[in-house]
């Protein structure tokens, strides 16, 4: 992932609020992982939100945070990043340079080694293979409409895909799960539902005008969530983005093809 991985910056269509409650199209960046390496939670956040804001497994967050379930955190409270499997990448290469400068005390170094401990929290724990862990009953689209943009990987790009829908329509979860995220914390998101459906699904439903949830709620496929809004003098969307391991994939890899 372009974003987390070499530290640059993507831009998804953002919609924000307007009192009347429409949506103004604007581009909002997301930022990758400060270079100090470090989150402060802010009031409203969860563990699950601030893994989908850096595209981090929240299973790995947690553990380089020892953070056990059910994943409580504070406001102010700081959570590291770079000690997930994902963001490793990221320390290694800002990590060259210093090496490189520091080039000339190799030697020293080398010849007085200090013993170095590693903490239980920074040992590597082989995570089970999950690629072919399945939800629940079977995924469903969670409005109804014709996908307006797809989804793309590389460069400026979507992680989700946009779904055109009708004012005031109802989005429906898209598998059993717990919302474990509901609020407009996330910049270029809007108003956001998070769903988590078992240890490595997280599905995503931004844009909305209003949210019908609360966290910690167990929903089935199909239960409402939150209702669409408008963008404008545009047809009003739902973006809706699927996670595997916190990372994004195609939602139409797992949704059912459209008739």
């Not at 595209?55 to 409270?77: F, H, M, T, V």
């Not at 800002?94 to 590693?118: F, G, M, R, W, Y």
Request: hydrophobic share 35%; proline share 5%; glycine share 8%.
């Amino acid at each position: 992932m372009c974003l987390l991985l070499t530290g640059c910056s993507y831009e998804i269509l953002h919609y924000s609020a307007k009192s009347n409650g429409t949506y103004a199209s604007n581009n909002a960046s997301v930022s990758s992982i400060p270079s100090s390496g470090v989150h402060r939670v802010q009031s409203g956040e969860t563990l699950f939100s601030i893994a989908f804001r850096y595209g981090l497994d929240y299973r790995e967050l947690a553990d380089s945070n020892r953070i056990d379930a059910p994943y409580i955190i504070y406001p102010k409270q700081k959570i590291r990043l770079t000690g997930t499997q994902k963001s490793t990448a990221v320390s290694a290469d800002n990590s060259i340079e210093k090496e490189v400068q520091n080039d000339a005390n190799v030697k020293k170094i080398a010849s007085n080694p200090t013993p170095v401990v590693i903490p239980k929290s920074a040992k590597t724990v082989p995570k089970n293979d999950t690629r072919n862990e399945k939800i629940s009953g079977d995924w469903a689209w969670p409005v109804d409409g014709q996908v307006a943009r797809g989804f793309s990987n590389t460069g400026v790009s979507s992680k989700g895909i946009d779904i055109k829908a009708s004012q005031g329509a109802l989005v429906k979860a898209a598998a059993d799960g717990t919302v474990v995220y509901a609020g407009s914390g996330l910049i270029g998101y809007g108003n956001l539902v998070i769903v988590k459906h078992n240890d490595v699904y997280l599905s995503a439903y931004a844009y909305n005008e209003r949210i019908l949830v609360k966290e910690k709620q167990n929903v089935r496929a199909g239960d409402s969530l939150a209702v669409i809004g408008g963008k404008g003098n545009d047809r009003p969307l739902l973006h809706f983005e699927v996670r595997r391991d916190g990372q994004p994939i195609d939602p139409l890899d797992v949704l059912p093809k459209q008739n």
